[in-house]
């Protein structure tokens, strides 16, 4: 028998503390994390791996789903030479970076109201503006149908541009507000006692602090603006007015023909902006969606 000396028992121990601990940091944080990235980028994946996957290969019940034999462009040739792609990108880009500009003015004014001002009716205000905001879209599209019509906005970019924000500005105005109420009052109380009005209080001192709840409704408003879909296919008709989900899944799904490729290379392109998006302000957009909701 081998006895050990206190001294050596205790290396051994401490030897197989780190593993233990790199054990157990492995099964808590990398291996979750490593499967939330799978479930993550497995639709990306899918997408590209099908756009690029011929005719023949999509149809055949034998190929392997996520191997490409002869890898092809044609489908996005096609998205390319003929749709209109490229319109419908242009057409998504304009309603939505109009939608966001209204919605951040409209959320920021609103927001700001609420949180710092003392007027009758506020609390009632506040209660409204995020009930309409759950307020299902198969409930309004029919009435704003109805106003579009009156205005003779139908079929045209404006109609989603002014019909975009109902669903917006109520969201913005909600997160602006909870994050108004996170930056102290004493700062924009010192600038007015110094001689600032309300509303250079409001843009030198709130404004600038406010910038991080700003982005993340900007990021919100665009996100929804750019993949919203039913108000965008019941206000547009002709081709060259659609916006991109409307165009993809109407020009590409013809009957009972569907064209896999050229559907998911749209998609795959369409995520592009908003991934981008996300990827430049995921700070800003946590730090503002969390401050709110902590503070105040």
Not at 74 to 80: K, T
Not at 91 to 112: E, F, H, K, M, P
Not at 190 to 217: E, K, N, Q, T
Request: glycine share 8%.
């Amino acid at each position: 028998m081998t006895l050990l000396t206190p001294a050596r028992a205790d290396g051994q121990a401490q030897g197989r503390r780190p593993l233990g601990r790199l054990l157990e940091r492995g099964l808590t944080l990398y291996v979750p994390l490593l499967l939330f990235v799978v479930v993550t980028l497995f639709p990306f994946l899918w997408m590209l791996v099908t756009s690029v996957k011929p005719n023949a290969e999509l149809i055949n019940p034998k190929a392997m789903p996520l191997l490409v034999r002869k890898p092809t462009l044609e489908h996005f040739r096609y998205l390319f030479n003929q749709t209109e792609f490229i319109r419908w990108a242009g057409n998504s880009l304009v309603v939505t970076v109009a939608s966001t500009i209204i919605s951040l003015i409209c959320g920021v004014l609103a927001g700001y109201s609420l949180a710092r001002l003392r007027f009758w009716g506020s609390g009632v205000a506040g209660l409204a503006i995020i009930t309409t905001y759950l307020v299902p879209q198969t409930l309004l599209f029919i009435p704003l149908m109805t106003l579009i019509s009156n205005f003779g906005l139908q079929n045209s970019l404006w109609a989603m541009i002014v019909t975009y924000p109902t669903i917006l500005i109520p969201f913005c105005t909600w997160m602006l507000a909870g994050y108004f109420r996170s930056i102290p009052r004493e700062l924009e109380e010192c600038a007015m006692i110094d001689g600032a009005s309300r509303y250079r209080a409001m843009y030198s001192i709130v404004l600038p602090l406010a910038i991080p709840g700003i982005l993340s409704a900007g990021i919100f408003s665009f996100t929804l603006s750019w993949n919203e879909y039913l108000y965008a296919l019941v206000f547009t008709t002709s081709t060259e007015i659609k916006t991109l989900p409307i165009g993809i899944t109407t020009e590409l799904i013809k009957g009972d023909v569907f064209f896999w490729g050229s559907l998911m290379g749209g998609a795959l392109l369409g995520s592009v902006p908003v991934a981008l998006i996300y990827s430049f302000f995921v700070d800003n957009y946590v730090a503002g969606l969390t401050a709110g909701a902590v503070k105040g």
